[in-house]
């Protein structure tokens, strides 16, 4: 292979396999944690990665808050599903990947040049401003983890939780919506499930 | 800091800094290439890689259709915005990410203990395939711009295209939707615009 493929031809590159590792093909999901703090400086530092990432029109409206202390982790058990409270519980930091409907209101910072007329496009149109936000947040959800684990954290992503109930509990009054949550810290070695399959290339790709 | 924090501390661990900056920091939207090819090795290399990333209930609903022979190229010109059609044409490979509304059909194969009961609620609820279906195909396409750029390919993602269009065009007769695009290649140096703002943390998170 020429240089100009580097994964394959391994060199000149600054990304490693070992790397790929960490952020793919050797990460996993965790359920089980150990009792070890992630700080608020390290919390900063995975929004401070992922923010770089790209969305359309640079419009960036996924909103993470962090479950942290005592006092906010007991508002959001109730809300979560059976099987996803004990893990959260002991999780040493819990986001919640939210999207602001109303990311209109950021434009004049983040798209100038466009601010104007798609701000004007939103306000008639609730259901653009919705699609926008949920893909774009998608996106950034991806960054999101991939950041985590890239900075040395272990992610349990979730989708088992009460999301009107989060949206009331923590994002009343407001444009915010909760998508998924993310528990975030140090998985206690050999927890793990078996890894699940994934498509082959084949079944899940065509090159026209 | 403590070794609990290796990006502080800088020690022990597999992402190097070089890293990240080819994944997040110093990683651009290009919009113009360079003409040099990217090898059906190098695409299926980027699924590989992405396809590990987790998704709910493993149901990894993300497709890709990889626009590369000038016929196929032809086929796409006419679907996108204006402003958009010189850099695709351009690009050695454009990325068509769609979404399957019917990944029940692959729940065997991936989530097999969930499979059953899933499929029936499903079919009950497409309202609930297309949310589920939309939101892992989001944090899909994240892995899938972080998988490319950290196999030194340059990204080039899109909103601004007939979606209805390239789903008649692309995916007639079958349960597969558009969700963006993006073009993969090698950028020429110097071409992108001005680095855009993001919100700070304090805009976009809180620590609660």
């Known amino acids: 292979m020429s240089s100009?493929?580097?994964?394959?031809?391994?060199?000149?590159?600054?990304?490693?396999?070992?790397?790929?590792?960490?952020?793919?093909?050797?990460?996993?999901?965790?359920?089980q944690w150990q009792d070890k703090p992630v700080s608020s400086a390290l919390l900063m530092a995975i929004y401070d990665l992922m923010r770089w990432g790209p969305t359309e029109t640079n419009i960036t409206p996924a909103r993470f808050h962090f479950v942290v202390s005592q006092e906010a982790k007991a508002r959001l058990e109730p809300l979560l599903d059976e099987d996803n409270r004990k893990q959260t519980m002991s999780a040493p930091a819990t986001a919640i990947v939210a999207y602001d409907l109303n990311f209109a209101h950021t434009l004049t910072k983040l798209a100038p040049r466009s601010a104007e007329r798609l701000s004007a496009r939103l306000a008639k149109d609730p259901e653009k401003a919705r699609f926008m936000a949920t893909r774009s947040a998608g996106l950034q959800g991806g960054y999101f983890i991939v950041a985590a684990r890239a900075l040395g954290l272990d992610c349990g992503p979730m989708s088992g939780f009460d999301r009107e109930g989060v949206d009331r509990e923590f994002f009343?009054?407001?444009?915010?919506?909760?998508?998924?949550?993310?528990?975030?810290?140090?998985?206690?070695?050999?927890?793990?499930?078996?890894?699940?399959?994934?498509?082959?290339?084949?079944?899940?790709?065509?090159?026209?």
């Open 4 to 31: 100009a493929e580097p994964y394959l031809a391994q060199d000149d590159h600054a990304v490693s396999d070992a790397a790929l590792d960490t952020i793919f093909r050797g990460a996993r999901t965790l359920r």
């Open 172 to 208: 009343a009054g407001t444009p915010i919506k909760s998508y998924f949550l993310c528990n975030l810290g140090y998985g206690v070695e050999g927890s793990v499930r078996p890894r699940a399959a994934r498509l082959g290339f084949d079944e899940a790709c065509k090159i026209l």
